[in-house]
């Protein structure tokens, strides 16, 4: 069918993720999934990483360079080659992704919600607080889902951000938060397998064990990708590191579209 869910956790590290996520580490062990350890491209922030997720390239070439851009994306993106072939999209995400993808500047009184959107995104649910519960983001998600039907769903949460800057990245309340985040995912993962969608959980960036992230450190670049698909080679494969690029074209695969021209070609992600 195609129709494809990610959930992209802002600042998920990977060694927090493999310690915690206890329900999707089973799905691995059980072999219903595939599971990659993937290194963050530079610089290691959220809006220039949330542009690199949707379009497969680099800061250097989709002008996304710190957290401060607040324009409209100039590039081909997951949701306008989804728009192009047809397909319905929706978000469930910070407002970020809706300066992005659907209407800038973001008005909080105007646009939390923004259903039948007139940019690249069909339809989208917004919000504009770090602490904004993270069961709540996926439940609007999950509203989406069964309101729309869309073919192309992102959920973008941020606790595990803002639990990492407040204690730093590593400590046991970012662990905590981690843990927390992902035992609610083990609640709707088995209702999207049942629905026939395609799921990718994986992060933006990383933390620092000082609250920050931007740079090169491993810490900050090195983050989990699980993906559940019939269309996915199953196990984990997290025993080499993967460039962050592959998300976009991989995406587009399980979606059945084209990707874009300056996507990825050789994808180090394993499909059927």
Not at 93 to 121: C, H, Q, V
Not at 134 to 156: A, Q, V
Not at 194 to 200: D, K, L, P, R, S
Request: glycine share 8%.
């Amino acid at each position: 069918m195609g129709k494809t869910v990610l959930v992209l956790l802002d600042a998920c590290r990977y060694d927090a993720a493999t310690e915690t996520a206890g329900y999707l580490e089973h799905l691995i062990e059980a072999g219903l999934g595939a599971k990659y350890k993937v290194w963050g491209i530079l610089p290691s922030m959220s809006r220039p990483m949330y542009e690199t997720s949707m379009t497969g390239l680099i800061p250097a070439d989709h002008g996304v360079n710190d957290n401060r851009y607040n324009f409209r994306s100039k590039c081909e993106n997951i949701f306008s080659l989804c728009r192009k072939a047809g397909k319905k999209t929706a978000a469930a995400a910070y407002f970020w992704m809706a300066e992005l993808y659907e209407k800038t500047p973001f008005d909080s009184l105007n646009d939390r919600f923004r259903l039948n959107g007139t940019g690249d995104i069909d339809h989208g649910i917004y919000y504009f607080e770090d602490q904004y519960p993270d069961s709540h983001l996926f439940l609007d998600g999950e509203f989406l889902r069964k309101e729309y039907s869309p073919d192309f769903l992102l959920i973008h949460s941020m606790n595990i951000d803002l639990a990492g800057h407040i204690n730093g990245g590593g400590t046991p309340p970012y662990v905590a938060q981690v843990q927390k985040t992902a035992e609610f995912l083990a609640r709707l993962i088995p209702v999207w397998k049942e629905a026939g969608y395609n799921i990718i959980v994986t992060a933006d960036h990383g933390m620092s064990r000082g609250g920050y992230h931007g740079g090169p450190s491993a810490e900050q670049r090195t983050l989990p990708m699980y993906i559940f698909s019939e269309k996915a080679v199953p196990g984990d494969l997290s025993d080499k590191l993967i460039s962050q690029l592959n998300l976009a074209p991989a995406i587009c695969r399980l979606l059945d579209i084209e990707p874009a021209a300056a996507m990825l070609k050789d994808l180090e992600i394993k499909l059927k």
